[in-house]
């Protein structure tokens, strides 16, 4: 099931600097996005979402990019921080998924180096 | 702020015998979840739940699991008679209401079977 992708396995960046978290999906019925964060021996956290009637969702150093034609999602941190190497999931739901089932990228490790 | 927890944080099983796991979702919320995830691959959906009825259900949520909301607070995995394949984190998640609402993880439980 390659739905939803995130190409890079894992990402460094030094502190102080952006991180941009890519993730692609391929069905055009997904019409909301979410990312995760997820620290070794803890569920995933909710971080931030975008609804595919918009293009860009933005909470404090976190924004959320969503571009429909190309099918392409990003999520970009800024300035990063030690505190935010974790791994990141991407996630969509389907606007017909009466079970409201979440479907899951890959994940990529982020290491912000001080 | 409240959260989603899970007992046990470790499982250790033989394979044949039966294992639950248990959930206490956010008290408000209507969506409860399973997902799991095998080392080193994705995050992957098992069932949802919601108004004391699956609601969806993935091909690996077969005839030897089940799910069950005994009381007001609990939530429970049961899988009936465990494989070496079974062996993975198991999260529980719920959420206030369906498609577009985040979900909210707990811990997990690993479970790993012998």
């Known amino acids: 099931d390659q739905q939803v992708k995130q190409n890079s396995p894992s990402l460094s960046v030094q502190e102080g600097r952006i991180s941009i978290l890519n993730c692609d999906y391929t069905?055009?019925?997904?019409?909301?996005f979410l990312w995760y964060k997820k620290y070794p021996a803890e569920g995933p956290t909710f971080l931030i979402s975008?609804?595919?009637?918009?293009d860009k969702n933005e909470d404090g150093r976190f924004t959320v990019f969503l571009n429909k034609s190309a099918k392409h999602l990003s999520l970009h941190i800024v300035p990063s921080q030690p505190g935010d190497s974790a791994v990141y999931f991407c996630?969509?739901?389907?606007?017909?998924?009466?079970?409201?089932?979440?479907?899951f990228g890959g994940g990529t490790r982020l290491m912000v180096k001080p | 702020e409240p959260e989603v927890t899970q007992t046990p944080s470790h499982q250790v099983t033989q394979m044949g015998q039966e294992v639950i796991l248990r959930c206490v979702p956010i008290?408000?919320?209507?969506?409860f979840y399973w997902y799991r995830q095998i080392l080193g691959q994705k995050v992957e959906f098992l069932v949802s739940?919601?108004?004391?009825?699956?609601?969806?259900k993935s091909e690996i949520f077969d005839d030897q699991f089940s799910v069950e909301r005994p009381d007001g607070s609990n939530f429970t995995l049961k899988i009936r008679s465990t494989k070496l394949e079974d062996s993975a984190m198991y999260f529980c998640?719920?959420?206030?209401?369906?498609?577009?609402?985040?979900?909210?993880f707990g811990n997990g439980t690993r479970l790993t079977v012998t």
């Open positions: 998640a719920s959420s206030v209401r369906g498609v577009g609402s985040p979900l909210h």
């Open positions: 069905n055009s019925m997904f019409d909301y």
């Open positions: 975008i609804s595919s009637i918009k």
């Open positions: 996630a969509v739901y389907r606007n017909n998924n009466a079970g409201n089932m979440l479907t």
């Open positions: 008290s408000n919320h209507l969506y």
């Open positions: 739940f919601y108004n004391n009825e699956i609601s969806e």
